[in-house]
Structure formats: structure tokens, C-alpha cells
């Protein structure tokens, strides 16, 4: 090969069959590179919030279907389950396995908590209104912001692949409770489907950890001038207490589960106790103890729980606001309330192991303290309300959705008191009851806020509008299968009817509640079909919505004085913030809406 | 819009409180309770219910009143320029903490009664849960478990009636849970510990065993059945179970098809 | 309308649809590739002309089956008639034993050991001679107990007549998968022709041996005194010496001088899985799986705890593993053992569990200690 002169090509004819193809392909690398700088690789913000959003809206589907698929066999045991049936078990008539069933519940809930809520929370709106909120022009760390993303992809990788090793994916529950998740041959998916579970979720923890670092320098860092703390709109105060949160409590989790996979893979007993006979496995290595996993797999999961509600709990606040054209009740209340939960979240963990074999005392102790979370939650209600009351209310998709979600969120925050009451805990754990708290908070609550936040800042996002009219069929038909489908499941609960069975009816004691079941599964199917209406509005909106301009909303928000969609650096005027970001209805101006960034009129300049 | 959208919310609290009505007067209530403390669960629960079934009627009344009241295409009057009130923030704060801790401390001694005082008693019958059944010891003649009169079965624990019971619970391989809904009782068995689980039936008859924590595919397999009968019943029960377990020959054909 | 097209849907796939669940062709240890089409369609003709389908068996005159029991347990799940139950089989054992039996349903992969393949016709724990069939009291009791140390559960709270149907159909299934054995070894190592004739004459020399199992059941000796702990102690005395003897009765050679079951090296096979060995794995459902010698320390009796059936064990052996028999049988009429050995090896063996070190894993008691 004839080496070339320093910095300079050989001439035509003397290249060799290498050089002349690189030199062919070097026409189209600078433009390749500049498409993956762009839309692929880019370290703007905003691309990197698009990014995840249609990645979560994806895995939102593969939920919602693996959801749809264990209603299927509740409400139709053993019978033909369709599409799986005859792809999987076609030997069996399309009878699913019952380890089958225990793997479509455990994906189910891991690709909802992992795949969807945390990262369309923090991801895709955190990334994609934080500067634009404060004023910023970007992240903090805008190579960090899209490692954090891409980190994400080697956690769909293990995921997707999980479901194709042999024994399956992950199938001891979204919980991997040791010792049947920590001895592979315990049970199907404890092969190779939970080590790769865990390792997903390993990848999912640092890319999180990764957004909330930025997350937090940002917001401390880079808001614009005038934008002082509590001139921060909620979504802001959110994403930055949720970002504390993450930072916190996700290295007890990673902790857990390099313990885990070490369990696994490197015959370690931190979570195997002595003397186990699982599925006649060989014998494993003990000194240790299972319950070691749930407190430090709780400790980080329950401020989970709340990383997956404060953003949308500021989102609607903001959206709320907007939409009533008022100012938002007691916004210190709100910041403080927000505060109080997060702080609270890391003392309750043990009242997810009320049953669990620890010692009782400390059921006590969490009981008190999980009691005295659910004041912020309702002093946040209550302030909702408040916006409300006295408002001029305008019925768009996002005002509806957001109302929905403090509509939603009542039911789940109230049923949320019957667990905390320990002796009660007794009879319902594990029970559906516990199955309709969480998707009261996580779907009537979070989903239905992020359905809210994407028809409200889709315009800025985009450049166009998102159509009303099928927004709101969206908004009605999920409103009304969704309650269907859950409201049932408390009374599922007080009957007693446990979680994760393949085949609860044949104990007497659940057999009556099969009508029940089928109901709800059909509620299921009708709130997976009204899906696709959203997913076709989005979808169509991208390409012919009808382009708006930089504030459809009248919002006073920051991001609406940028373009839409805003370009690189987001705004063309250095932003300066006056006020608070909810001064709607103020007789300081004719409008109804005062922007943050609009200079106050010579008058109240005067006065003060 | 406005009107539509009110009305939807309003169904929240009507179709929610109906809805709960219509179950509970159509067979959909909790199991029957044939223990002596289980009422304070159940009693506990209702009170709860009630405590925010006023809560919630009336957030969500309140919530879709406004979202008829305040529809901004209808309502003449200029929006509120308000940004809260503390007097209102103080009594919202505080008549939920008040309540929240009265609930809190209403309840300790229910929760102490049920897992922090186990009875003074040597156990009644040690069950092992294991990957998929409920395996049953009970002590033999000799009152110790351990020995070789044990008499081990099989999913089929019996009790006798009105008595203090102790059961022992461990597991052999993961995490299962004891669960007898008539009994309200529930407990995690837990590989590497002994865990003591008690309780009083007081009706004679037989109730369901669950399983209720993930033990792997065959969780919904682990039926066990609770038999509750007299003293003497029992007795005669367990000295039956230890003859068949002493046989060195086979039953008469009568005797060997009702062995279970 | 969304909700009507729902709806719908789902109520056509409720419950009993025409299903068209085959029996899975067995050609295990033939070559696959040496078996013709038309070979395989002559057998699936044969099958199916007298034994039917799994959901509409068929009884043929001299199995001495009963056709409503085997109606009872085949179909689909939950595809009760008229109240009676239907589907037994299918939503309590077919997940594990597959539809054909053979073992290898979805679950048996993730199962040690695999659940049984009835096809050979091979049963371990029985009151029968090791080369017999389990009588109907075996298979009741196996329903009843399940096998403790296994993934096989009890079924006792099923009803007795879900349990008979059960039983029946086990038996129906391992009648047609040993006649299918014959068969196939007819069709493609003979190259002949399934006649009527041949069918029904494999069919009979099947049937014919599930009908002597009941004259085959070991009645033991009666059992010397044991009544006083003096006795008891003698008695197990020499049932540890008899234990110990390695040419008499051989026990240490794969259950180890201290009986926890590490006796022998080498790597041994039960029957279902000796023939996987130097086969392609492909050819087989499941991949080999070891056998390994039961560990007497643990108070796990898979066959069941009775004196009699440990007896049992030692007397016949256990059919298909590498467990042998030390009583008389037809096959040796003077036995290894004399009935008083073994009784002694039973006393000894059930004492083995009380053992101080056989308990080391004693977990502590929640109540004495306070942990978290």
C-alpha cells in the first residue's frame, strides 16, 4: 500500500482500490456526520428530549400490549390467547404457559416503571423544558445530556434480548424479589433473562443519574437573570426535586443489583441464606438474607415512585395555571409540599414490607411516617382546586387531561391511606387493591398528565397543533375505560383477590369474581384501541397540523417567547425575568397572560 | 365543553360511591371472617373508607363544580387574581395531619396485637412452604417437633376450633406468603428465618390457603386448605394421618380410596 | 363501536372452539432423517384411528379404558359441558407433561427433574415388582401426596372424580405412547406395514401389562417389632451395618458412607434420559439431564415416607434409574436381600434425618431474636 504524503491525497491513478473508495465515500461522510451530529448523536436539548420521547411512546406500546395479554388470561384463563397464543403455544392450542404469564407481568411492569414514566418524566420533558424554562441555551452538560440517552439503548437492548435467551425474560416479578430471582434454575427466566434484567436496569440507573446531575447544575446555574427560585415555574421545581431524588436514592439501587447479578453469576450469597433446596439446584452460597434485597431495593423505589409523579405534578400546575387564566394557589405551599414529599419518600420504604418477615416494630415506624406523606399530596390537591376555583377555564385537550389527573389522583392518594394502616396492609397486600392504587397514581395520575404535557407543548416542540377535537375523544374514551378498568379492582381487592396469579378462580374463595375480571379486561381492550387515536393524532399532527406560532397558549412561561420549534440556543433575545411565572388575570396589564420576560409598564416600575 | 367535561367529573364521585354500593350489596365484600381479631381489620378498613369517601365526594364535587362553574367561555366574571390565602393553607395543613395521625396512632394496637405479640405457646404445626405446595409437621405424642412422630402432610392443614394457634412458618426455597383471608391473617415466609404466624377460628368448616407473594410459575398452584373442626375431630384427624404414615402394609381397599 | 368489535372478538374465544391440538409423533432415538413422510402420516393414521385426539379421545374396545373419565380430562381448558368439567388434563398437567405426555411441556425445561414422560410406559414409585405397571391405588396415591422433593404438587383437593379421570387419562396416555413406541419401531426398523392386526396386537401385549400390575404388588413380610427404643435401636444397628456392607447390598456405591448421596463419580442417567447420550440434541425435546443418588439426610421421600414404601423402594428398586432391587421378583426369585434386611435398611434409613448432623440448617426463630 503506497503511504501517502502527509496530509495530502496520492494522486488519481496511484491509488489503491482503499483510498479510491474512501475518497468516493468521503463525499458523503460530512453531510452523514452532520445528519448524526443533528438528529442522531446531537447534544441539543431539545433533539435529545424528542429522543426520548418517541422511544418511551414505543415501549409504551410493548406495556400497554403485555398488559392487555395478562387481562387476556384473567379474564379467559388457559384459553387461546390471541397473536402469543399461536406464535408461542401453538402445540398447547394457544394455551399460554404459567411461567409465561409470570414473565408478561414482570415485563410489563419493568418497561412501564423503566421504559416509559421515569424516562418520559425526566427524559423527555426534563430535557426538553429546562432550559427553555429558565432561560438557558442549553443543558449544563450537553454531552453528558446525550451519553444519557444513549445510555438508554444498551438497557432496550438487554431488555429486547431478554425475551429471546432461553428460559425467557425476567419473570420474578418488576420487584426481583431473592431468593427466586437470585438462583438461576429457580425459576424460568432465571437464566439468562434476569441477568440481563438487571443489567438493563443498570444501564437505565446511570443514564438517569447521568440526567439528573445535569438536571440539577442547570437548574442551579444557568437560569437567566431575574429568574430567581421561586420565580421557577412548577415543572421546574419538579424536575429539580425529582432530579435530587434520583441522585439519592439510585446508587442504593445500582448497589442492589450489581449484588444481585453477583449472586447470580459469581455464586455470592449476599441475599441466599444457608440451606436452601430451590428446584434441586446445586447448592449456593448463603450467609445472607432476602430481606437484605427489599430494603435496599425499596429504598430506591419508593422515591421512585415519586420521581415517576412530582414532574407531572408540576406539569399540571402549569398547566392548570395557563388554562384557568389565573395564578397558581399558594405557590410556596406547592414548592414546599413538593419538598416535603420528596424528603418524606426517603423515610417510608419499609411500608412496602409491612408483610415481609421484618421486625414488626418497624412496621410501626413506617406507618406513622408513610401516614404523614399523604398531607403534601392533599395540601397539593387542594391548591389545585384552588387554581381552579375563580378562574376563566378554557377545555383544551391538555386542561382536561390535567384535570383528570387531580381527578385521578384523589382516588390513588386516598386508597393510598388503607396501606398505610398497617393492620389493614394485613388483609390487602398483595391484593388487587394494591394492583388499582398504583395505576390510579402512575396511569390516571402521571400517564394522563403526560398526555396533557404532549398536547400542550407539542406546539413547541413542533411548530404545529395537535387536533383538538380528536384530543379530546382521546381524553373522554381513556377517561372512561380507564375507570373502568381500575375503579373495579379496589373492590377486587377487598374480596381478597391476589396479585400475579396465572389463575385465581379455582379458590373458592375468588371463583365468584371471574365476571368481574372480564369486565375489566374488556374496559382494557377499549383503553388500549383509544390509544391509537392519540397515537394517530401525534403522528399525523407531526406532518400537517397546523403550524402555530411562539405562544398558542398564551402562556407566561419562558419557552413560549422562543420559536417554535426554537433552534439552537433557544432564544433570540437574551431572556430577562420580571415575574413570577403565573400572573395571569393581573391588573398590571389589559392582557389576561403576563410573560415573565415582558418589562413591567413605567407605573409599577415607579411604585416599587 | 364545559358542561360535558363537568359532568364526566361528576360521575367520578357518583358512578365511584354507586358503583362501591352495588358491589358490596352483591355478594363482592370481604371473605367471611371467622377469626377473633380479624373484625379490627375489617372495622378499621371501613373507617378509613368512610373518613375518605367524605373526602373524596367532596374534592371531586368540588373539583367538577368548578369545572361547570368557572368555564371561561360562560362565566361573565373576571378570573381571581389570587395567589393563595394562608389562612386556609394553615387549617388545610393541619385538620389532614390531625387526622392522618389519629388514624395513625388508632391503629398501633391492632398492629401490635396481630405481629407483635405471639402467644406464650410451644407451635401447633410448622408449615414449610416450598416451590409449589404447603408442607405441613405437626408434633407428634410427644409434643416436640423434630422427632420421629412427627406427622408431615400436605397442603391439607387442619386446626381445631376455638383454640389458640401457633404455626411456625418457614420456607424451603424462596419467599411465599401465608395468606388464610378468612383468618385476615398474612404472612411472608422467608427463606432462612422461622417466623411465627397466630390466630383463633371460631367456625367450623374449611377456607382457602393462598399463596400471596411471586414463588415462580407455579404461585397459583399452591392451594392449601384450611380445616377447621372440633378437638376431638382433630385429634382423631392427626392420630389417623400417623397410622397411615406408620403403615408398613397396604390399607384394606375401603380405607386406602378416602386416604388423602 | 370500537367496543362492540371488542366484544365480539372476545366472545367467540371464550372457552370450547374447535382446537386442532395434535398429539406430538414420537421418534425419539431414530434418526429423524430416516423416517419417511409417508411413514410419519401411516403412524399418525394409526394413532389417531385408536386413540384419537387430545381433545376427542378415542377408546378402543380392548384398552378397558373408561370413555367418560378420558372425556372428563381431555379438550381444552374450561370447556365445561353442561356442568360436567372438561379440560383436566389440559389446565392442571399439560403445561408440564405436555400434551402427548412426553414430558415436555413448556415448563419442564426450567423443571429438576423433568416431569414424567408416560410414554414408555416406565413408572418410578409403585407398590408393583420394578418391572410392572403402577396399579390404580399408585397412581391415586401419587395424585394425592404429589413427590415431595419435585415440582410435582399434590392434587388432593381436587374432587375424587377430577382425580379418576386424571388417573384414567395418565393411563390412556401411556398406553398410547408405548403402543406408538412399537409401533414406530415396527414401521421404520421392520418396514412394515400398521395392519389392524399389528395394531391391535401391540395394543394388546400394552394393555395386557397394566392388567397384571395388580397381581404385582409387593406384599411385604411383616414387619419384626420395633416397638421399644431398645428395639429400634437394634433394628437400625444393623440396617447401618447392612448399609455399610458395600458387596451385599451396595448402598454406599452411590449414596455415600454417610447416605448424603455423593457416593459414586461417575456421571449416571435415569432410562429417559440414557438414550440422549451420544445423540444429537436436537432429536430430543429436552436437553440430558444427570441423575444423582437421593440424599437420605433431608426426610424428602419422593415415593412417599410410609415404612411400606421405602420398603418398596429397596425391595423393586426404582423402575427406570440406577436404583436397583434387592427383593425376590420374578426375574430372581431368591432376592438379594432377606425381608428382615430390609426392614432394618428402612428403620435405618427413615433415622437418618433425626441425625444431630443431618440438622445444621436450622433457621433461628423471628420471635427469639430481633432482627430486621
Known amino acids: 500500500m503506497s503511504t501517502s504524503v502527509a ?127 429558565i432561560g438557558a441555551e442549553d443543558m449544563a452538560f450537553p454531552t453528558l445530556n446525550m451519553l444519557s440517552y444513549w445510555f438508554m439503548w444498551p438497557a432496550f437492548l438487554c431488555m429486547t434480548a431478554s425475551f429471546f435467551v432461553e428460559g425467557g425474560a425476567g419473570a420474578a416479578g418488576w420487584t426481583a424479589y431473592p431468593t427466586l430471582s437470585a438462583v438461576a434454575g429457580a425459576a424460568p427466566g432465571s437464566h439468562y433473562g434476569q441477568t440481563l434484567w438487571l443489567w438493563g436496569l443498570v444501564f437505565v440507573g446511570v443514564s438517569s443519574m447521568m440526567g439528573s446531575v445535569n438536571y440539577l447544575t442547570t437548574i442551579i446555574q444557568m437560569r437567566a437573570p ?32 450489581f449484588m444481585q447479578i453477583l449472586d447470580r453469576t459469581l455464586g455470592t450469597g449476599f441475599f441466599l441464606p444457608e440451606g436452601l433446596l430451590i428446584n434441586n439446584a446445586e447448592a449456593s452460597a448463603g450467609g445472607g438474607q432476602p430481606l437484605l434485597w427489599q430494603h435496599l431495593f425499596w429504598f430506591y423505589s419508593h422515591p421512585a415512585v415519586y420521581i415517576m409523579i412530582l414532574p407531572a405534578m408540576g406539569m399540571v400546575s402549569d398547566i392548570i395555571s395557563c388554562n384557568a387564566r389565573k395564578p397558581l394557589f399558594g405557590y410556596k405551599p406547592m414548592v414546599y409540599s413538593i419538598a416535603g414529599i420528596a424528603g418524606l419518600g426517603f423515610i417510608v420504604w419499609g411500608h412496602h ?24 399530596s392533599a395540601i397539593k390537591v387542594f391548591n389545585w382546586l384552588g387554581t381552579m376555583w375563580g378562574g376563566r377555564l378554557r377545555y383544551t385537550t391538555a386542561m382536561l387531561f390535567a384535570i383528570s389527573f387531580v381527578s385521578m389522583f384523589i382516588i390513588g392518594g386516598l386508597s393510598g391511606i388503607f396501606m398505610a394502616a398497617t ?4 388483609f390487602i397486600h398483595d391484593t388487587y387493591f394494591i394492583v388499582a392504587h398504583i395505576h390510579y397514581v402512575l396511569f390516571g395520575g402521571t400517564a394522563f398528565g403526560v398526555f396533557g404535557a404532549i398536547y400542550f407543548w407539542f406546539p413547541k416542540m413542533f411548530g404545529r397543533m395537535m387536533n383538538e377535537f380528536w384530543g379530546k375523544i382521546h381524553f373522554f374514551l381513556s377517561f372512561l375505560f380507564f375507570n373502568g378498568t381500575f375503579f373495579p379492582m379496589h373492590i377486587l381487592g377487598v374480596g381478597g383477590f391476589p396479585r400475579r396469579l396465572a389463575d385465581p378462580y379455582h379458590y373458592e374463595t375468588f371463583s365468584h369474581l371471574l365476571p368481574m375480571n372480564q369486565f375489566i379486561t374488556i374496559c382494557a381492550l377499549g383503553m388500549g384501541a383509544t390509544q391509537i387515536i392519540f397515537a394517530a393524532n401525534l403522528v399525523w399532527s407531526l406532518f ?65 | 365543553m364545559g358542561k360535558l367535561a363537568s359532568l364526566f367529573f361528576f360521575a367520578v364521585p357518583i358512578v365511584g360511591v354507586g358503583f362501591c354500593y352495588w358491589a358490596l350489596t352483591n355478594g363482592y365484600n370481604f371473605p367471611v371472617d371467622i377469626s377473633v381479631t380479624g373484625h379490627r381489620i375489617d372495622h378499621l378498613f371501613w373507617f378509613i373508607a368512610a373518613l375518605t369517601g367524605v373526602v373524596f365526594i367532596a374534592t371531586e364535587g368540588v373539583l367538577a363544580w368548578f369545572v361547570w362553574r368557572y368555564d371561561g367561555s360562560r362565566n361573565p366574571d373576571a378570573a381571581k387574581f389570587a395567589h393563595g390565602n394562608h389562612n386556609l393553607e394553615v387549617v388545610w395543613t393541619i385538620v389532614p395531619a390531625a387526622t392522618l395521625v389519629f388514624i395513625a396512632i388508632y391503629q398501633m394496637n391492632a398492629w401490635a396485637d396481630a405481629k407483635m405479640r405471639p402467644p406464650d405457646m410451644d407451635p401447633t404445626v410448622e408449615v414449610t412452604a416450598r416451590q409449589f405446595e404447603w408442607r405441613l409437621r405437626y408434633p407428634g405424642a410427644d409434643g416436640k417437633l423434630g422427632t420421629r412422630d412427627d406427622v408431615h402432610h400436605v397442603n391439607d392443614l387442619h386446626v381445631p376450633l376455638d383454640t389458640e394457634i401457633l404455626v411456625s412458618l418457614k420456607s424451603a426455597d424462596v419467599l411465599h406468603s401465608f395468606f388464610l383471608p378468612n383468618l385476615r391473617v398474612k404472612q411472608d415466609a422467608v427463606p432462612g428465618m422461622k417466623i411465627p404466624v397466630w390466630f383463633r377460628a371460631m367456625e367450623p368448616g374449611t377456607y382457602d390457603l393462598v399463596c400471596a407473594e411471586l414463588c415462580g410459575w407455579g404461585h397459583y398452584k399452591m392451594k392449601g386448605r384450611l380445616t377447621v373442626e372440633s378437638r376431638e375431630d382433630f ?26 | 363501536m370500537c367496543v362492540a368489535a371488542l366484544v365480539a372478538v372476545s366472545g367467540g374465544c371464550t372457552g370450547s372452539v374447535e382446537s386442532d391440538v395434535r398429539f406430538r ?40 379404558l373408561d370413555a367418560k373419565k378420558l372425556q372428563m380430562a381431555a379438550g381444552p381448558s374450561w370447556s365445561d359441558e353442561e356442568g360436567v368439567h372438561r379440560g383436566l388434563y389440559r389446565k392442571h398437567c399439560a403445561h408440564c407433561h405436555g400434551i402427548s405426555g412426553d414430558g415436555a411441556g413448556p415448563t419442564a425445561i426450567f423443571l429438576n427433574p423433568y416431569p414424567r414422560d408416560y410414554r414408555p410406559g416406565i413408572f418410578k414409585f409403585k407398590s408393583t415388582q420394578r418391572a410392572s405397571k403402577p396399579t390404580t391405588a399408585d397412581m391415586r396415591r401419587i395424585l394425592h401426596h404429589g413427590i415431595p422433593g419435585t415440582a410435582m404438587p399434590s392434587f388432593a383437593l381436587l374432587h375424587e372424580d377430577e382425580i379418576d379421570a386424571l388417573i384414567e387419562y395418565v393411563k390412556y396416555l401411556s398406553i398410547r405412547g408405548q403402543t406408538e413406541q412399537m409401533l414406530v419401531s415396527r414401521l421404520v426398523e421392520a418396514d412394515e406395514e400398521l395392519t389392524r392386526d399389528v395394531i391391535v396386537e401391540e395394543l394388546t401385549l400394552v394393555v395386557d401389562t397394566w392388567n397384571e400390575a395388580e397381581s404385582s404388588i409387593i406384599t411385604p413380610p411383616e414387619r419384626p417389632p420395633v416397638d421399644t427404643p431398645a428395639q429400634l435401636a437394634a433394628s437400625i444397628d444393623a440396617g447401618h451395618k447392612l448399609f455399610l456392607a458395600k458387596e451385599k447390598s451396595q448402598c454406599v456405591n452411590c449414596h455415600g458412607p454417610t447416605g448424603l448421596g455423593d457416593g459414586g463419580d461417575d456421571k449416571v442417567y435415569d432410562d429417559w434420559n440414557k438414550i440422549k447420550l451420544d445423540k444429537p440434541a436436537a432429536d430430543f425435546a429436552l436437553p440430558i439431564q444427570r441423575l444423582l443418588p437421593r440424599n437420605l439426610r433431608l426426610g424428602i421421600y419422593r415415593g412417599g415416607r410410609r415404612p411400606l414404601d421405602i420398603y418398596r423402594r429397596i425391595h423393586a428398586g426404582i423402575n427406570g434409574t440406577q436404583m436397583p432391587e434387592f427383593g425376590p421378583s420374578p426375574s430372581n426369585p431368591k432376592g438379594a436381600l432377606k425381608a428382615e434386611e430390609i426392614w432394618n435398611l428402612v428403620d435405618y434409613v427413615l433415622s437418618l434425618p433425626y441425625e444431630k448432623s443431618s440438622r445444621v440448617h436450622e433457621p433461628a426463630s423471628v420471635a427469639q431474636r430481633a432482627r430486621f
Not at chain 1, 435530587?244 to 448497589?255: K, R, S
Open chain 1, 226 to 257: 431575574g429568574m430567581n427560585m421561586f420565580r421557577m415555574p412548577m415543572t421546574i421545581w419538579a424536575m429539580f426535586i425529582t432530579a435530587i431524588l434520583q441522585a439519592f436514592a439510585l446508587p442504593v439501587l445500582t448497589a442492589a443489583l
Open chain 2, 235 to 260: 385429634e382423631a384427624w392427626l392420630a389417623k394421618k400417623y397410622q397411615e404414615q406408620s403403615a408398613t402394609q397396604d390399607a384394606p381397599a375401603e380405607e386406602a380410596k378416602s386416604e388423602e
Open chain 1, 423 to 426: 393492620p389493614v396492609d394485613i
Open chain 1, 353 to 376: 414490607m409491612f408483610m415481609s418477615g421484618m421486625n414488626p416494630a418497624l412496621g410501626m415506624a413506617f406507618m406513622l411516617s408513610t401516614m404523614m406523606i399523604a398531607l403534601p
Open chain 3, 25 to 64: 409423533i414420537n421418534l425419539e432415538g431414530f434418526n429423524p432423517a430416516e423416517v419417511s413422510t409417508e411413514q410419519r402420516q401411516h403412524l399418525v393414521n394409526a394413532t389417531v384411528a385408536f386413540f384419537g385426539t387430545p381433545d376427542e379421545p378415542y377408546v378402543f374396545d380392548g384398552t378397558g
Open chain 1, 544 to 608: 400537517f397540523g397546523p403550524r402555530c406560532g411562539r405562544n398558542p397558549w398564551h402562556a407566561n412561561t419562558l419557552e413560549w417567547t422562543a420559536p417554535s420549534p426554537p433552534g439552537h440556543g433557544n432564544f433570540d433575545f437574551q431572556p430577562i425575568v420580571y415575574r413570577g411565572p403565573y400572573e395571569y388575570a393581573s391588573p398590571e396589564t389589559d392582557e389576561d397572560y403576563y410573560p415573565q420576560t415582558q418589562p413591567p409598564p413605567e407605573e409599577a416600575v415607579a411604585q416599587h
Open chain 1, 7 to 133: 496530509g495530502g491525497h496520492a494522486p488519481a491513478q496511484e491509488r489503491n482500490i482503499w483510498q479510491r473508495t474512501k475518497h468516493t465515500l468521503g463525499a458523503y461522510w460530512q453531510p452523514t456526520k452532520q445528519f448524526l451530529g443533528t438528529y442522531v448523536f446531537s447534544r441539543d436539548h431539545k433533539v435529545i428530549g424528542i429522543q426520548f420521547l418517541f422511544s418511551t411512546l414505543l415501549w409504551f406500546l410493548v406495556g400497554g400490549l403485555l398488559a392487555l395479554a395478562v387481562r387476556w388470561q384473567l379474564a379467559w384463563p388457559w384459553s387461546d390467547m390471541p397473536v402469543v397464543g399461536r406464535m408461542l403455544f401453538s402445540a398447547e392450542g394457544g394455551q399460554i404457559s404459567p411461567e409465561f404469564y409470570t414473565m408478561l407481568f414482570t415485563m410489563h411492569a419493568s418497561i412501564m416503571i423503566f421504559f416509559v414514566i421515569i424516562p418520559i418524566l425526566a427524559g423527555a420533558f426534563g430535557n426538553f423544558l429546562i432550559p427553555l424554562m
